[in-house]
């Protein structure tokens, strides 16, 4: 309204010169915003041309434009006087303008990106262009994730498609010139990319078994790896891409047992089962077991196996002697209830030293054995499964003798990653308790 009033007065003040009969020129009009945007970009000469509207206001948020031969400029309070044109114009209008997701423009369009690209600032994100891959929105968690990775600069290069939703559970996804990211409510924004996205693909993306990716892509020691909500990706050079699904299925080599999952069947008996010393093993953990011992031994170290595959049976009268002797709640600290045992799948084995120092007690860290075992298990595919410090996560106390078998890749990995219990490399919820 401001405005309208003063082109009256400015209207008003010129008839009263001319009928005073006064051959000055008449005061100049004061320019709106957009009209010294305008000339500050050229006037007529400059990318717009010629007007081919007048000013219009009463756009959202008290806001004006004007056309020009080739575009326009954009006025708000709020933002100030921004030309649109070109492809990243035609973006804008297909999401509505001001009135969409974008808002108003906040600058003009910035020219001399990576391979000659642009991009034009909005209330609610940017819209950037390339020769090679069009103008395409940039907004919300998808947006800060591209920023964190470098935005064109970085691994993900350009966006090659707008944001596009609709995904299970509510998701969306943009793909890049080098991937794409991927956002859900619930996993929030995360990059996928290379060899470990092609493995992804090939599981059926976030339908598939793994679900959505809930960690970016970290590499380190010649690893890479990504979580999902179901399972982890890992990749090497040399191996390529490996899948590791969290399925409830005994027979997993990275099967998760804890006191939130029972096994699936719980009465699963693994096989074949192969005697590594009196206790059995899992062969594929049996196998890598042997090696373990006989290069401990070449190394001086008198380390002997004590307990490995417990049926479902054996569990369960085990268990009801630890009820007995020290109450469930101490019970439930130191021994799996029948079926949320992992030595019954064959893949955990007990080990002590000889003369039976600190056998199956905390200090046994401190021992040859112990101390050989944290340095060294990893080489032939065993993790200390309950380690110290994670009690609230695994649900058991420091047990440094009991070795699980998860195979050579991920236990390399769990490593170099720092990841030190299963729930953590497959991305599970900690299970301190029944
Ligand atoms: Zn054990």
Redesign the pocket.
Known sequence: MRRVFAHLLVLLSAVLLVAGGLTTAPPAQAATAIETKYAELGGSGGNLGAPTSAEVCGLRGGGCYRNYQRGAIVWSPATGAHPSWGAIRETWRSYGFETGGLGYPTTGEICGLRNAGCYQSFQGGAIVWSPATGARISVGGIRTAWAASGFENGALGYPTTNEVCGLRGGGCYQNYQGGAIIWSPATGARISIGGIRAAWAATGYENGALGYPVSNESCSGGTCSQAYQRGRISWTAAGGARVFRDIDVAASVVVVVNKRRQLNPARHVPGPLVDVGGPLLRSDAAQQFSRLLADARAGGIAMVPV?GYRSYDTQASLYASYVDLYGQTAADLISARPGF???QTGL???IGNANGACG?QECFAGTPAGAWAAQNAWRYGFIV??PQGQTPVTGYAY?P???RYVGPTVASEMRTHGLRTLEQYMSLPAAPSY
């Open positions: 307990s045992s992992e030595h955990a084995i007990d199956l499964r309950y047990e003798w009991h070795l």
